[in-house]
């Protein structure tokens, strides 16, 4: 069974540009979730879908922003980027709303310039 | 600030050693969880461990949890260089978003 996809594995950007940044969760898991990891801050959460519908959302100003797909696969969008958004951004996924256990993907490593 | 911290922040040890490290958190949780990170990887999921229990093994890991004093240990025992990773701890708070809330991460280090 394929495990959590994301791509691309690498983006590099310059400031005030818009990156798009995708996640294919687990077949049958219908909650994604997107973090951020940046150097030295540990994981930071962003998003969480389910079902279509943004759940939660963490402490980020509105220009990063997502969208879950009938498929549940998942788009997590930046835009105006700014240089500290550069960091590593994980994607996961669990098996159920709430779910206790979640999945992650490989990452997406972008770096604002 | 974190929910969970862990403790050391890094840690070398010879092949062969155990290796424990620490997580301590604040609120009161439903479960915590220990993943391990790969180089900068995704995270994969090694335990979990609900409130009302004390201890569980898996293979060469035993993670205890001691919640009156929030604080959860995980022991790495007969350590390998292909454990060489970073260990966060993740916090599901009770009365909380079903978020969890992961620390830093403790770097480990396992010279062959």
């Known amino acids: 069974e394929a495990g959590v996809t994301q791509s691309p594995t690498h983006l590099i950007k310059t400031r005030g540009q818009q990156a798009t940044l995708r996640c294919s969760p687990i077949s049958g898991h219908t909650s994604v979730y997107w973090y951020q990891q940046a150097l030295g801050l540990g994981l930071q959460f962003l998003l969480w879908?389910?079902?279509?519908?943004?759940?939660n959302r963490g402490n980020f100003p509105p220009r990063f922003s997502g969208r879950q797909f009938p498929n549940y696969s998942s788009e997590l969008n930046v835009n105006a980027l700014e240089l500290e958004d550069s960091a590593l951004y994980l994607c996961?996924?669990?098996?159920?709303?709430?779910?206790?256990?979640?999945?992650f993907g490989p990452g997406t490593r972008l770096l604002v310039l | 600030s974190q929910q969970g911290e862990e403790d050391p922040q890094a840690l070398s040890i010879q092949e062969g050693e155990n290796a424990t490290m620490n997580c301590s958190y604040k609120t009161s949780i439903n479960n915590l969880q220990w993943y391990r990170q790969n180089s900068g990887r995704g995270l994969v999921h090694l335990i979990l461990?609900?409130?009302?229990?004390r201890e569980k093994h898996s293979g060469r890991l035993r993670v205890t949890l001691d919640t009156s004093k929030k604080s959860s240990s995980l022991l790495i025992t007969a350590s390998r260089a292909a454990d060489t990773a970073s260990y966060f701890c993740?916090?599901?708070?009770?009365?909380?978003?079903?978020?969890?809330?992961f620390g830093r991460g403790t770097s480990l280090i396992v010279h062959p």
């Open positions: 461990i609900r409130s009302n229990e």
């Open positions: 996961a996924s669990s098996l159920e709303y709430r779910g206790e256990t979640q999945y």
């Open positions: 879908y389910d079902e279509g519908e943004e759940r």
């Open positions: 993740a916090t599901d708070k009770t009365g909380g978003s079903y978020i969890p809330t």
